[in-house]
Structure formats: structure tokens, C-alpha cells
């Protein structure tokens, strides 16, 4: 948020007077008075999600909500970093040809109304992810390449076998993601009954199967409505959303009928009665919110700011906090396909692409911004992973290097007003592109940094805040010259077809530059289509070193997750995996008494 100079003092004073009495309001809208002895969790949010819908939606906020209101049929263990049984017995081994997985789900199972979970409930959610009328583009490739169908078992209502397309790396693990929903919730009267897996992976779907019924229906299914009002987010947590008041708060409460109270499963523990996720954008107020115990967890408050409250023995008496490595890496995307009428054609040149590499100073960013707890990246992989290609070097902050290929490429500065610019379709265009990026303190910050960096080559970067829903359906539609994002990781395989392949970038997907051709294709397909551990490595290695040449991203760096628990709550663990918490496992202790020391210094 921009700060407004007024030349009227009083006015100023109105103002800020005005803004500390909102500032105080949204800090106590949902937490008046609290109660420290209640197990009510109060954990810190920078954004709302995008939705909660169960397939369309895909910000990491709503996966960090989906933690507690939704289930799929395995997971990835926090502490272990691998796959285990969920809502099935076991994880299958597969046939030996690696092509038919059979699951049998766990008895005891079932929805909010009593019904219990069964393979029907998976084939449906299933076709709900493969059907192309799911407004699912971002992550429906994913599931596409990997699923052939879902077999029933004629006998065992829990039983069902998935066959796969190929021989795939991910074809064990695909239902790790896959959030399960209720057929007869969503499909009471059989709409899908007599859609096939066939007809749903038919590349002519919409002239050889889609039907103004279907139509309908899906138009009815991908409503706003369906992402937002609490009576619909349902699923199989033991959560449930029972209030949303947009940018303030998102209230989930324990269900009285949960199936799964006798579950032994840290997964299946649901200590709180309730849990609000409360939404500060702004660092001074999170920095409030926690000297003032009026939230209880966090992993995204500002560096300097945690650093400060770490300082502070009434903190630290009543907070466990610490800094830890992430799997998630921050980026400017380069719009390599623009339209050529509403964006222009800027960053079409590969050589354009890395002189914006060579103009942003990222070890500056690192320093200034977030105090050195963060790490930088060549590439879209960890390096926390085995698969990281750590023969790429970072590129350097190189201004001279930058003019060079800026002028190899054409832009040059032919008026003397310290502008590149450059005949476009015989018009005079100067380098001159809007960099949209998601509104913020900190990132208006670094964005204003990159601005100045790359005005020392004659580039004007044009900071364009907004609000991430606009800022994400930009993305989708290629409508942005460059954006800068971050994508969040895992210790589990991160399949590149979503965010690298073709196919991703022309039907709108999270391939939002325009990346791609032949060869990536293939070396995507190369990793994914085998289960030999080496040849899986080396097409990624491959795969990393040509998005390097290439250039649609500049990487900036993977900052460190910066948390604080409650000292009043047991099981206070903190995870590299996302989102590295587990707050339906906080246990009020018994032994905690508040020692909190009232802060006097006013910092």
C-alpha cells in the first residue's frame, strides 16, 4: 500500500488518526477479547485464496485451507517426506507392466450426511478432474497424461483399479493431490453416469460428446458460488468453512460427526475447536497482531520483522519461532508469446530475456529485503532436491553485459532520451513494459529496485500492482508484459508438464510465458514416461539446463518460511514441507502459563 502525502497537516493528522482507529478495527473484527485458555487457533494469512472450490481453484492459500477440510486417498508425510495411506489401506505396489494400481479404501469412512465414502466417489472425482468443461486448465494436464480410467470392483463398493496411460514416474502417487468430492452431493440425479473415461479424454470432447444438458451443468458446477459460500465447501476433513468475510477472515470449525475421531493418524487429529485463518497483508500489523498474543501462528510475517520480535523476551516467552528452507522459489515471468496488440512484443528475443537477467540485482534484493534468509536458484528445481542441475551458474548482476545484448537485439536508444526503443510494424516503440506484481509493501519494495536496476540500461519497468485475482487471471490469459510471481514447492516429484509443457500455454494453463517447443515437450514426456531413477534424472537436468538458456523466468531466490507458534500449544511442529504446519495437531497444554512481559519500548 502506497503512502498519500497531503500538504495540509491537519489533514495528515486526520488521516493517520483515521488509519491507526481502521488499523486497530481490522486487527480485533474476529478476535475481541480472547480467551487464552479456549483452543481456538488464530493463524496468520497474507492473502485470501483464490476460491475453495474443489477442482478449479489453485493458490497455495486454499491448499493450506484444504489441509483441514478436504482429503485425498494418500499424502505426502511432513515429517518423513514420503507417501502414505490416507483414506486407503495401503498404496498399491501396480502390476508389474506398472499400468493397473488397485486401492481399497479404508472401512468407516464417511461423508457429513452419513453416507459412506466408495469407489464411485473416486471414479467421480476423478472425471471431475479429467473433464475438459472443469475449469481446471491450470492442473488438469497433470491428471490427463497419467489416468486412463477407474475400474469398480463388481464386488467391493471400496475397491476400485486405476489404469494408467503409460508407464509413468507418477502413476503410484497421482491421487496424492486429487481432493475427493461426493457424488451424490454434486451428481444426485447421474449427469455423469453416462460419460465414459473414453469420452472425457476424446480430443474432440466438445463436437463428439459435450451436449447442452452437460453444458449446463458444468456452467452450474463452475459458479463463483461454489467457491465462496460456506454450505458448499465441504469434504472429508474434519473442518468445516462456516464463515468468510472476504480479505478479513475464514472460520472453520470442528464437525460434531467427523468419521474420523478414532482415526490414530496425526493427519486425523482435530485438537482445536475452531480455526480462523485471518488475513493481515501488512507487516506492521502481523508485527501488532503478534506482540499482542492476538494471533497464535504464523509462517509468513515479514523478515526484519520476526528478527525484531526475536529480540523481545515477552516473544519469545510466549512464542517458538524460527526460520526454515522452503521448496518454493520467487520469479519475474517474461511473456514470450504476447499478442502483439495489447502487449507488445518485448521479450520475444531469447537475448532480451537474459539481459532482464543480467539487469535485476537479486543478491541486492536478498540483502535489503529479506536479510539474507533466503537462498538463490539457477533453475525451477530446489536445491534441496538430488534432481537440482547445479552445473547452471546464477547469472550475475551485469549492466554492461545487458546493454550488449539489449543492442544485439535491436533497442537502442536512437533520441537521446536514455530510452531503448526500437521499429516494431513500423512503429517507434520504446522499451517501456508494464511489471505486474501482486500488491504488497515488500514487493512494491523489490519492484522498485528492479525498476532502478534496469533503467541503467535504458529499460523502464513500470510497477503495476493489483489484487491477486486480477493478477492471476492476467497470467492465465497471457495478458502481461512481465509478472513478478512465486510458485510453491514440495519434496514430491514437481510434474513440469503443468507450468513448462506446450499444451499448458495454449489451453491457458500455469505455462503462462509461452515456453516450449519439440525438444522440452519431449524431455518432459522423456521424464515422466519412465520408471528407470536415471533417465528420470537426466531429462530433468536437460529439461532445467534449456529453461536456463532460454530464459522465460528470471529465478530470484527461495526466501526461508518464517514461523511462530504459541508456546500455549503442544505439538508445535515446524516443516520444510508445505505448508509446514499442522495446525489441527495444536494441543493446548496444561503446563503454560502466559508470561508475557508488557511491551513498553514501542517498537
Not at 473484527?29 to 485458555?37: A, I, P
Not at 479424454?201 to 463452475?222: G, M, P, Q, R
Not at 463463483?224 to 454450505?231: E, G, L, V
Not at 485463518?277 to 510475517?301: M, R
Amino acid at each position: 500500500m502506497g503512502i498519500l502525502y497531503l500538504h495540509a497537516c491537519k489533514n495528515t493528522m486526520t488521516k493517520q488518526i483515521i488509519f491507526f482507529l481502521l488499523l486497530l478495527f481490522s486487527l480485533n473484527s474476529c478476535v475481541e477479547e480472547r480467551d487464552l485458555s479456549q483452543n481456538t487457533v488464530i493463524a496468520h494469512i497474507l492473502a485470501q485464496p483464490d476460491g475453495l472450490h474443489p477442482f478449479n481453484d489453485n493458490s497455495s492459500i486454499r491448499t493450506f485451507v484444504f489441509q483441514y477440510t478436504q482429503k485425498t486417498l494418500i499424502k505426502l508425510d511432513m515429517k518423513s517426506l514420503k507417501y502414505i495411506p490416507a483414506l486407503v489401506k495401503e498404496i498399491p505396489q501396480g502390476s508389474e507392466d506398472n499400468l493397473f494400481f488397485t486401492y481399497e479404501i479404508k472401512e468407516g469412512i464417511s461423508w457429513d450426511d452419513g453416507t459412506p465414502l466408495t469407489a464411485k466417489d473416486v471414479a467421480f472425482s476423478v472425471k471431475m478432474m479429467l473433464c475438459p468443461l472443469t475449469n481446471n486448465a491450470q492442473i488438469r494436464g497433470n491428471y490427463t497424461t497419467v489416468i486412463k480410467s477407474i475400474e469398480l470392483d463388481k464386488e467391493n463398493p471400496l475397491k476400485f483399479t486405476m489404469h494408467a496411460q503409460n508407464v509413468n514416474w507418477e502413476n503410484r502417487y497421482i491421487f496424492s493431490e486429487l481432493y475427493m468430492v461426493q457424488k451424490s452431493l454434486w451428481d444426485p440425479k447421474g449427469v455423469l453416469d453416462n460419460i465414459s473415461f473414453a469420452d472425457l479424454l476424446d480430443i474432440d470432447f466438445k463436437e463428439h460428446v459435450e451436449t447442452e444438458e452437460l453444458a449446463d451443468w458444468f456452467n452450474e458446477y463452475n459458479d463463483a458460488d461454489n467457491s465462496y459460500k460456506p454450505t458448499l465447501l465441504v469434504g472429508l476433513g474434519a473442518y468445516q468453512v462456516t464463515e468468510w468475510v472476504a480479505s478479513q477472515y475464514i472460520t472453520i470449525e470442528k464437525k460434531n460427526n467427523w468419521w474420523g475421531k478414532q482415526d490414530t493418524s496425526i493427519y486425523s487429529k482435530a485438537y482445536p475447536i475452531k480455526i480462523i485463518f485471518k488475513i493481515i497483508k501488512e507487516d506492521a500489523s502481523s508485527y501488532l497482531a503478534l506482540k499482542n498474543q492476538e494471533i497464535d501462528v504464523t509462517y509468513s510475517i515479514g523478515t526484519i520483522k520476526l528478527m525484531k520480535l526475536q529480540e523481545r523476551e515477552y516473544f519469545n516467552n510466549n512464542y517458538e519461532s524460527a526460520f526454515l528452507d522452503r521448496y518454493a522459489y520467487n520469479y519475474i515471468g517474461l511473456n514470450m508469446k504476447p499478442d502483439g496488440i495489447k502487449r507488445k512484443p518485448f521479450f520475444t528475443d531469447q537475448r532480451v530475456r537474459r539481459a532482464m537477467a543480467y539487469l535485476t540485482p537479486i543478491d541486492e534484493i536478498i540483502e535489503v529485503m529479506v536479510h539474507g534468509k533466503a537462498s538463490r536458484q539457477a533453475a525451477e528445481i530446489s536445491p534441496l532436491k538430488s534432481t537440482y542441475n547445479d552445473t547452471l551458474k546464477l547469472i550475475p548482476l551485469d549492466v554492461e553485459k545487458a546493454k550488449q545484448l539489449l543492442s544485439e537485439a535491436g533497442w537502442t536508444d536512437t533520441d537521446g532520451d536514455n530510452i531503448r526503443d526500437k521499429m516494431i510494424n513500423g512503429v517507434k516503440t520504446p522499451f517501456s513494459f508494464k511489471l505486474s506484481y501482486m500488491s504488497s509493501p515488500t514487493t512494491k519494495e523489490i519492484v522498485l529496485m528492479i525498476k532502478e536496476s534496469m533503467y541503467k540500461a535504458g529499460v523502464v519497468a513500470e510497477p503495476t500492482p493489483m489484487d491477486f485475482t486480477l493478477f492471476y487471471k492476467n497470467a492465465m490469459d497471457h495478458n502481461f508484459d512481465a509478472m513478478l510471481g512465486g510458485w510453491g514447492g514440495s519434496a514430491s516429484y514437481s510434474n513440469p508438464q503443468q507450468l513448462w509443457h506446450t499444451t499448458s500455454w495454449a489451453t491457458k494453463g500455469s505455462n503462462f510465458c509461452g515456453f516450449g517447443d519439440a525438444e522440452s515437450d519431449a524431455l518432459i514426456e522423456e521424464a515422466n514416461l519412465t520408471l528407470d531413477p536415471e533417465i528420470h534424472r537426466n531429462a530433468l537436468l536437460k529439461l532445467q539446463a534449456k529453461i536456463y538458456e532460454d530464459q522465460p523466468y528470471v529465478f530470484l531466490y527461495s526466501s526461508k518460511r518464517k514461523f511462530a507458534i504459541h508456546k500455549r500449544f503442544d505439538n508445535r511442529g515446524m516443516y520444510y514441507e508445505r505448508p509446514g504446519v499442522m495446525l489441527q495437531n495444536l494441543k493446548l497444554n496444561d503446563g503454560f502459563s502466559s508470561k508475557n512481559i508488557t511491551p513498553t519500548d514501542g517498537k
